[in-house]
T-cell receptor, first 118, second 112 residues
């Protein structure tokens, strides 16, 4: 159980185009999903926290108009990179947190999406 | 902030030896800590966690130690195997919203 999928697993796009990445919790309901970005040989950097049915909360320095997050259901969150540029090339990872009454809920991570912008 | 321009520290061990990976966390108010393993091109995989009211927790072949006085976390892997080769990250949680802040990471290389 507790599987999180991401689609696509990799994408190559031209500069100036927009790319949508999906994050799904396959066998549980996730009230909260998180989006991370990871550059080569570096750690995961939290971009935003996405709560079902409400606006995402972005970390300092992350442009909300560039990285659009939608969490329309308890099993799906999407990240859209708008007007992508080569510096947006990175490994994007989502995680999902199960809805329970427990304070310390484990986050389940997706396999990541490799974005390459030409 | 972003880890700009940093490179992962590496730890190289012989197969069968014990490994110790260290992590310094940033926020004294953090109350929950997790170790993750990340293989190349994959998402992080949960290894073990510990709450701030504990100083040690053991799992299968792994032990996590927490020293709140110096804000230090360590992961001990017993009888390290080639399949343990990966990057290991510690993460801290300092609010009940579940937001995790990841540490720098250590690349573990196991020589057969």
């Amino acid at each position: 159980g507790a599987v999180v999928s991401q689609h696509p697993s990799w994408v190559i796009c031209k500069s100036g185009t927009s790319v949508k990445i999906e994050c799904r919790s396959l066998d549980f309901q996730a009230t909260t999903m998180f989006w991370y970005r990871q550059f080569p040989k570096q750690s995961l950097m939290l971009m935003a926290t996405s709560n079902e049915g409400s606006k995402a909360t972005y970390e300092q320095g992350v442009e909300k108009d560039k990285f659009l997050i939608n969490h329309a259901s308890l099993t799906l969150s999407t990240l859209t990179v708008t007007s992508a540029h080569p510096e947006d090339s990175s490994f994007y990872i989502c995680s999902a947190r199960e809805r329970t009454g427990v304070a310390y809920n484990e986050q389940f991570f997706g396999p990541g999406t490799r974005l390459t912008v030409l | 902030g972003e880890n700009v321009g940093l490179h992962l520290p590496t730890l190289s061990v012989q197969e069968g030896d014990n490994s110790i990976i260290n992590c310094a966390y940033s926020n004294s108010a953090s109350d929950y800590f997790i170790w993750y393993k990340q293989e190349s091109g994959k998402g992080p995989q949960f290894i073990i966690d510990i709450r701030s009211n504990m100083d040690k927790r053991q799992g299968q072949r792994v032990t996590v130690l927490l020293n709140k006085t110096v804000k230090h976390l360590s992961l001990q892997i017993a009888a390290t195997q080639p399949g343990d080769s990966a990057v290991y990250f510690c993460a801290e949680n300092y609010n009940q919203g579940g937001k995790l802040i990841f540490g720098q990471g250590t690349e573990l290389s196991v020589k057969p």
